[in-house]
């Protein structure tokens, strides 16, 4: 098998892109990327999306993101799972690299959401649930995690406002982050204060949806030029897993199943155990998913995490940093696109590239995301290589 | 308009029919060609009988398309006695406040219209406290 490292990142910044559209956020970002990269020529690009059918009415996403990226004549096409749809692209390219298949590949993941509001946009989100049996009755994802919220707090016996913590680390960490989309700190009073959204589920209790394009490059060791620039990073293990999608099928919707089996296998391919990595940039598409990763990945016990929490274990100075680049909360989530900005900011961190928030010296990174509540699990381990 | 789609589902939004599976007995909802519980063939009917408890509820403001006239609206996981969770509004609600673990019981409700003005209703389970 071969060693995929990382060779390029581009990102914009994560916000409400009304002067570019889908086709022009994407080629930005995959461009960027390639010149990260040092000019390597790609073979082929996948793309992470989850709206565009719906929201931008439009499909066959390969031909018209390559095109516009001036890449002809290469393998391109679009991987979805919901939210996690940027990292199922990314571990699509992991495959194809390891396999022999491909030397170099461009992995973009793209959303533009704001070309829509309204009930038809909450509409367009919720295609992630189970049409039939969740969304006919009116769900939609924030109402999921509502349901979550409220029985784990139930079962905890934790306050109304247990999960706070994962907010405010999040902003606090976005702060020195210049492609997040909100850059100021929060008071744990003001989440306290927030506004309901879905009783218990406040303002601050998620992540908002925005625009957003981010690409990675990613290659075959031996297909990196002799002058290669950057600190070498390397994928050491890929994993998506699925769970029942909906939440009423599962035999306890309080474990992420998915989650806790993907780290388990990316962990395994890597040669590791989740204890061994130095930070985790997990899915906090809402303050409840943060807590139920972080227990189904291991590092809290079923009920604990948001105690550990609000102990400062997943600060930057913490035990495992989380969301060292403010998460989905505070960067934003661009749905689709989200799974690669999570890589991005690994990437940054491991590279030394971080800025103020550098962690000291991190060498491996354990990266999840989740389509609708943990649906789908996609976790990647990263390590710093030798160059 | 999804009328084929809706037409498909009536026996499980109208009446809770799911399956029962001949091998381990397990109660499914909803119906699917393989038992969940032990992975054999299941495609004998099943009658639920609608009772079951409130596993977790919240109230929604933010509605998505079509459901926009019907906020706030009360939805839940609701465990079924023989087993099954599914995901429905509460109804019949009045001044009372919901509680995880209160006991409800299964009615038919409008749910919504299917598109426009012309379109169908589309009927369905929702639960009601257990007076």
């Keep these: 098998m071969s060693e995929v490292v990382i060779a390029g990142i581009g990102q914009l910044p994560v916000g409400e892109h009304w002067s570019l559209s889908l086709r022009t956020l994407a080629s930005r970002v995959i461009r960027a990327a390639l010149k990260d990269a040092g000019g390597l020529r790609p073979q082929a690009l996948y793309i992470g999306n989850y709206l565009a059918p719906m929201v931008s009415h439009q499909s066959n996403l390969g031909p018209l993101l390559a095109d516009e990226s001036g890449l002809a004549g290469i393998e391109a096409y679009t991987m979805e799972a919901a939210g996690a749809s940027g990292s199922a692209a990314f571990h699509q390219a992991v495959l194809a690299i390891q396999s022999g298949y491909m030397d170099v590949v461009v992995v973009v993941g793209v959303e533009k959401y704001n070309d829509m509001v309204g009930p038809e946009l909450e509409a367009a989100v919720a295609q992630s649930t189970d049409y039939d049996y969740e969304a006919v009755n009116g769900l939609i994802p924030m109402g999921q995690a509502a349901l979550l919220m409220r029985r784990y707090l139930h079962e905890t016996g934790a306050p109304r406002t247990a999960l706070g913590e994962f907010s405010v680390l999040a902003h606090a960490n976005a702060v020195n982050n210049p492609n997040a989309a909100f850059r100021k700190a929060i008071s744990p009073e003001s989440y306290a204060r927030a506004e309901m959204f879905a009783e218990p589920l406040n303002l601050l209790d998620m992540a908002p949806y925005l625009d957003g394009a981010a690409a990675i490059v990613l290659a075959r060791r031996e297909a990196l030029p002799a002058d290669f620039a950057h600190p070498i990073v390397r994928v050491s293990g890929s994993s998506l897993v699925v769970d029942a999608l909906a939440l009423h099928d599962r035999p306890n919707p309080l474990r992420f199943q998915s989650a806790a089996f993907s780290v388990e296998r990316a962990c395994g391919q890597a040669g590791i155990l989740p204890g061994d990595v130095d930070f985790f940039e997990l899915c906090d598409a809402f303050s409840i998913f943060a807590a139920l990763s972080l227990e189904a990945a291991g590092f809290a016990r079923p009920g604990e995490a948001w105690r550990m929490a609000q102990e400062g274990s997943f600060g930057l100075k913490g035990k495992l940093p989380i969301s060292t680049l403010g998460g989905l909360k505070a960067r934003g989530n661009p749905l689709g696109a989200t799974g690669v900005y999570q890589l991005v900011e690994a990437t940054l961190q491991l590279r030394g590239q971080a800025g103020p928030n550098q962690l000291p010296n991190p060498r491996r990174a354990l990266v999840q995301s989740l389509g609708g509540p943990a649906s789908t699990a996609v976790t990647q381990v990263l390590e710093r290589g030798s160059n | ?131």
């Design chain 2, 1 to 131: 308009m999804e009328i084929p789609r809706h037409w498909r589902l009536k026996k499980q939004r109208y009446a809770l029919v799911g399956e029962v599976c001949p091998h381990c007995q397990a109660k499914i909802f909803p119906p699917r060609d393989v038992c969940p519980e032990c992975g054999g063939e299941a495609k004998t009917e099943y009658q639920f009988s609608g009772k079951g408890e409130v596993y977790s509820f919240t109230v929604l403001h933010d509605a998505p398309a079509g459901y926009e006239a019907y906020t706030p609206y009360t939805v839940a996981l609701v465990k079924l006695e023989e087993g099954p969770m599914i995901t429905a509004q509460l109804t019949d609600l009045g001044e009372q406040s919901v509680q995880i673990g209160m006991p409800v019981e299964m009615v038919t409700r409008k749910i919504r219209a299917d598109g426009d003005e012309k379109g169908m209703l589309v009927y369905g389970y929702k639960f009601r406290p257990v007076l």
